[in-house]
């Protein structure tokens, strides 16, 4: 079965700060993999997906992940964080079975000034 | 705007009480879904419609209901509200062609007291 585990529930990083957040993920096939993100009170926005093209996938807002195979990892990272960047993070493993999507569970973002 | 809409944003039952929430989108997407998101364990599938006219279960399915009533609309009922359904739920519509990319309405915050 396909899934995905991200590592830490919260993350609390400077203003300018580097932000990483972790994900990996288990499946049997080559997967398709997402992150999105959701702001306070809203529904989630994509930010980025790997599609198995480039193993370095840039996204919105100055965010980019990275495919490792040999990890089965798929970490997003921001190299500088803005105040706006506090949302929480999911990270998501696709099935084309019924195009549904399985998310982890989540990763709260605090940045500090 | 175009997107996924839910109503109501807002809702209390008392257990036992029946409702449904609705989603309807206007994206001409032939997939859409019901997650519900509980604190640390992101968002679940409760149901989905991979194309008007199928409905199958996700992994929770337990206490709800749906019916995909055209292409643009799919809705979820609960027949008997338990405390354990108490969520924010969420709506997402996608196109079938394009692997994980959905749009998310806002969400229901529901409250069975």
């Known amino acids: 079965a396909q899934s995905v585990t991200q590592l830490g529930s919260h993350v609390s990083v400077s203003e300018g700060a580097l932000v990483l957040l972790r994900c990996n993920y288990s499946s049997s096939v080559p997967p398709y993999l997402f992150w999105y993100v959701q702001y306070p009170n809203q529904g989630l926005q994509l930010l980025l997906k790997?599609?198995?093209?480039?193993?370095l996938v840039k996204g919105i807002n100055g965010f980019e992940a990275e495919f490792k195979k040999s990890e089965t990892s798929f970490h997003l990272t921001k190299p500088s964080a803005h105040m706006s960047d506090a949302a929480e993070y999911f990270c998501?493993?696709?099935?084309?079975?019924?195009?549904?999507?399985?998310f982890g569970g989540g990763t709260r973002v605090l940045v500090k000034p | 705007n175009a997107g996924v809409t839910q109503t109501p944003k807002f809702q209390v039952l008392k257990t036992g009480q029946s409702m449904t929430l609705q989603c309807a989108q206007d994206m001409n997407h032939n997939s859409m879904y019901w997650y519900r998101q509980d604190p640390g364990m992101g968002l679940r599938l409760i149901y989905y419609?991979?194309?008007?006219?199928?409905?199958d279960k996700g992994e929770v399915p337990n206490g709800y209901n749906v019916s995909r009533l055209n292409k643009r609309e799919f809705s979820l009922r609960l027949e008997s509200a338990a405390p354990s359904q108490t969520s924010v739920y969420f709506c997402?519509?996608?196109?079938?062609?394009?692997?994980?990319?959905?749009?998310f309405g806002s969400g229901t915050r529901l409250t069975v007291v």
């Open positions: 419609s991979a194309s008007e006219g199928t409905t």
């Open positions: 790997y599609t198995s093209a480039a193993t």
């Open positions: 997402a519509s996608s196109e079938s062609t394009v692997p994980g990319g959905y749009t």
């Open positions: 998501a493993v696709w099935k084309a079975a019924g195009n549904k999507l399985t």
